[in-house]
């Protein structure tokens, strides 16, 4: 069965550090991973998709993610923090038979000033 | 385009009270969800629609029904609300092109009390 895990709950990075957030997937095909961003009191916004091709992909508002098949993992990355990308993170997997999504359990951002 | 809005945005119920959370959406979308999200557990699937008059289920249906009877809407129901039902909900939709490839695109949600 498809799973997505996030194995930091919580994480606290100081404004201008860079930033790396971790998620390994188990699928047996050809995964169809995604990051979302909620804010506080906030639906999800999409951050990132992969698909196919160039195992590095970028997404809005600075983010990136690369996809190693080897590791089983779509792990989030951003040069440079801002205190605005302080809210939760989920990655997520498709599941082909029903096109919804499966959500890792998110990992919490907090940015220090 | 006012994209995937949900109504109420909060709601407080007693136990044994019913309820409708409508989701709509102005995007022509073939495909809706409704999820649920709990503290620690991410997003679970509860039921979904692949079109016009149809409805399914996902991973935690128990205690919901739903109906899709417009395109544009898809109605979250509780019959009978429980305390475990506290949640916060999300509707999400998308096009229908590719079930792999398609964003979803997720509405505020509505969170929701039961006493």
Redesign the interface.
């Given at each position: 069965a498809q799973s997505v895990t996030q194995p930091d709950i919580h994480i606290t990075v100081s404004e201008g550090a860079s930033l790396e957030l971790r998620c390994n997937y188990s699928y047996g095909a050809t995964p169809y991973l995604f990051w979302y961003v909620q804010s506080p009191g906030q639906g999800l916004q999409l951050l990132l998709k992969y698909f196919s091709g160039d195992t590095l992909v970028q997404g809005i508002k600075g983010f990136e993610a690369e996809f190693k098949r080897s590791q089983s993992s779509f792990n989030l990355r951003k040069p440079s923090v801002h205190w605005s990308d302080a809210a939760e993170y989920f990655c997520a997997v498709v599941r082909g038979s029903q096109g919804n999504l499966i959500f890792g359990k998110g990992t919490k951002l907090s940015v220090k000033p | 385009n006012a994209g995937?809005t949900q109504t109420p945005k909060f709601r407080v119920l007693k136990t044994g009270q019913s309820m409708t959370l409508l989701c709509a959406q102005d995007m022509n979308h073939e495909?809706m969800?409704w999820y649920r999200q709990d503290p620690?557990?991410?997003?679970?699937?509860i039921h979904?629609s692949v079109g016009e008059g149809t409805t399914?289920k996902?991973e935690v249906p128990d205690g919901y029904n739903v109906s899709r009877l417009k395109k544009q809407n898809f109605l979250l129901g509780l019959e009978s609300a429980a305390p475990s039902q506290t949640s916060v909900y999300?509707c999400?939709s998308?096009t229908?092109q590719s079930?792999?490839?398609?964003?979803?695109?997720?509405?505020?949600?509505t969170r929701l009390t039961v006493l």
């Open positions: - | 995937v495909y969800y620690g557990m991410g997003l679970r699937l979904y399914a996902g999300f999400a998308r229908g079930r792999f490839t398609d964003t979803q695109y997720f509405g505020p949600g």
